[in-house]
């Protein structure tokens, strides 16, 4: 475990951004599972089911980001959502656009630069939904919140949005080790990336692990207020777009 936390602490004080995020690409790149039929058939999680359930409002204008090979896409256009969709990813963009036509279920799914929004969904809409994890591979809390700003630009006022994300609970030895060795990388390497506590590679993967505070504090700078958390079965949380009189 030492081992682990020294090597996976000294890459992420030596990968800057950039290289953090072709990283995530090419490892969504070999994962053939989201281009299945099965799987993108298999619809919302249970967690995901109960809360587009209890918060979004049937047959409401929703923009999905991370839409992967299209699993909560076809799921939320089958439900009788209105879905506009984007991915970095062009090959699950093709499937899931693909399939989207064959069903001939509403809305259409734009290619997009990582951690952007495409210029052609302008909106407003009535709900959001973050592909699972997605907001997780997202390098550094100022990308996060510039995302959820771009995303409020586009909400009408009190629309919910769902996200999910690695639920990080007490701090771990291995955790503040990782930390503290890419931190001092980070500095030897002169890096203009400062490593945050809660960073970490997974499946050769950026992410990003979240305790209640620090997702419910992202959410609310960018202009979403957080109305509902959970940690388990899956970290997620549903938050409005807050009135900017308020």
Known sequence: ????????????????????????QMSYRRRALYLEPGYNAS?????????????????????????????????????????????PNADYVALARRTLEQESLPGKVLQAEPNAVPADF????????????????????DQRIAFLRSLRLRATTGAPLL????ARRASSRR????????????????????PEFGDDLNQQAFVHWFDEAGIASELRE??????SYAATPFGHV??????PTD
């Open 122 to 141: 302008a909106g407003p809409y009535e709900g959001f939904v973050l592909g699972w994890l997605m907001y997780a591979h997202i390098v550094g809390r």
């Open 43 to 87: 619809g919302l999680f249970d967690w995901e089911r109960d809360a587009v359930a209890q918060h979004l409002r049937a047959g409401s204008y929703l923009l999905l980001s991370g839409c992967g090979g299209g699993r909560e896409l076809l799921a939320l256009a089958a439900g009788g959502f209105v879905v506009d969709a984007f991915d």
């Open 175 to 194: 955790e503040r080790m990782q930390h503290a060795v890419a931190l001092t990388t980070a500095r030897l390497s002169f890096n203009p990336r400062s």
């Open 238 to 243: 549903v938050a409005i777009a807050a009135d």
């Open 222 to 227: 960018a202009g979403f207020q957080p109305i």
């Open 163 to 166: 996200l999910s994300f690695w």
């Open 1 to 24: 475990a030492a081992l682990e936390s020294l090597h996976t602490g000294v890459l992420l004080g030596l990968l800057r951004a950039g290289a953090l995020e072709r990283l995530t």
